[in-house]
Each structure stands twice: as C-alpha cells, then as structure tokens.
T-cell receptor
Framework: GNSVTQMEGPVTLSEEAFLTINCTYT??????LFWYVQYPGEGLQLLLK?????DKGSNKGFEATYRKETTSFHLEKGSVQVSDSAVYFC?????????FGTGTRLQVFP | DTAVSQTPKYLVTQMGNDKSIKCEQN?????MYWYKQDSKKFLKIMFS???????INETVPNRFSPKSPDKAHLNLHINSLELGDSAVYFC?????????FGPGTRLTVT
C-alpha cells in the first residue's frame, strides 16, 4: 500500500544549525510529495511540494528533492531559526487524499 | 479573509452527547475533507466530499456523519461521543493536489 515514513523526533538544534528531516515513501504510481508544517496551536500549512521525479520544492529556505530511485523526499534547511520550531509532516497524494507521515517535531534553541 | 475556517475552536463535552463542528471555505474549491489528529500528532483522513458528494469514507464509525449543504461547507456531526473521540479535528479543502487546512477544533470528551 501507500505509506510515508519519517524520522522520529524530536529533533533538537541550535539556531543556525543545518537541518535534515528524513522522509521515505512507498507508493503505487507516481505520487506528488509534500511537506506541511504545523506551528503550535495552529493548523497545517503547505511548506513545499514536488510533483515529479527530480523536482525540487523550496520555500522559506527549506528545500526537498523528489528522489524516485531512493523513494525519498528529505527536508533540508541550511540555517534554522527559533521561529522554525514546529512539527513537520511529509505527505504523498494518492487519488484524492493525502497520506501523512507521523510528523517530526523540531525544536530550535537560541 | 480566512480561507478555511472552523467553529468552534474548542469543544468540551461529556460522553454520550451529540455535537457538531462546522467548516467553511472561501477558496472556491470543489473538494473538502475532515481529518483527525490524535494526541501523538498522527493525522488520518476521515472523509472527503467533492461538490457535495461523499467520495472517501475511511472506516470511520457511523457515529460520525458528515454533511455538505453546499460545496463551500462541510460539517461533521458526532453522535454518542466517546472518550476516544478526543482529538483535534481539521477541515481542509483542495483544488488539484494542494490542500489548505483550517485551524482545527480541539474536542475533549470527559
């Protein structure tokens, strides 16, 4: 079946550190891939997306590349800020629905 | 100018009661969803409607009944509430692959 696996958190970093949150997927066909972010007490916001292999999604300094050969969509940011502290969800689209990973909490300290 | 709105934001009620959560989107999208997020932040789709028609029903107890009076609204009615229904419920809408989420309704059943 279709599924998304994310690294377990929390991920704890100091400000300006490099961030990687791993995401791998299992899917039939060629899904679109997404990263959503959930700030404390808020709903999910789309952070970035990629719709086909080798596409790179980017937004607010975050990047992720759709790697078909490794079925991965890892999220990276070169220099995190305290304001990036949130829960990050990797997701894939299958027919009309999104399948989410379990979420990874990121905590950034000054 | 809220794109996807939900009411109420918080709902505290006793076991056995019946309650409703309302969702409205002003994005002109045809498809709307209900998701449940448990205490561990795991997100799971419950229902999806396209232009007022149910298209996804993910093995949700029949105590949960969605209703879509028009394509801008998708309400969720829950009968005979149980302790395990305590969660955050998110409404979302979409056009194509991107989904836009509401702020969530935190339901606490005591």
């Amino acid at each position: 079946g279709n599924s998304v696996t994310q690294m377990e958190g929390p991920v704890t970093l100091s400000e300006e550190a490099f961030l990687t949150i791993n995401c791998t997927y299992t899917a039939t066909g060629y899904p679109s891939l997404f990263w959503y972010v959930q700030y404390p007490g808020e709903g999910l916001q789309l952070l970035l997306k990629a719709t086909k292999a080798d596409d790179k999604g980017s937004n607010k300094g975050f990047e992720a590349t759709y790697r078909k050969e490794t079925t991965s969509f890892h999220l990276e940011k070169g220099s995190v800020q305290v304001s990036d502290s949130a829960v990050y969800f990797c997701a894939l689209s299958y027919t009309d629905k999104l399948i989410f990973g379990t979420g990874t909490r990121l905590q950034v300290f000054p | 100018d809220t794109a996807v709105s939900q009411t109420p934001k918080y709902l505290v009620t006793q076991m056995g009661n019946d309650k409703s959560i309302k969702c409205e989107q002003n994005l002109g999208h045809d498809t709307m969803y209900w998701y449940k997020q448990d205490s561990k932040k795991f997100l799971k789709i419950m229902f999806s409607y396209n232009n007022k028609e149910l298209i996804i029903n993910e093995t949700v107890p029949n105590r949960f009944s969605p209703k879509s009076p028009d394509k801008a609204h998708l309400n969720l009615h829950i009968n005979s509430l149980e302790l395990g229904d305590s969660a955050v419920y998110f409404c979302a809408s979409s056009y194509s692959y991107e989904q836009y989420f509401g702020p969530g309704t935190r339901l606490t059943v005591t």
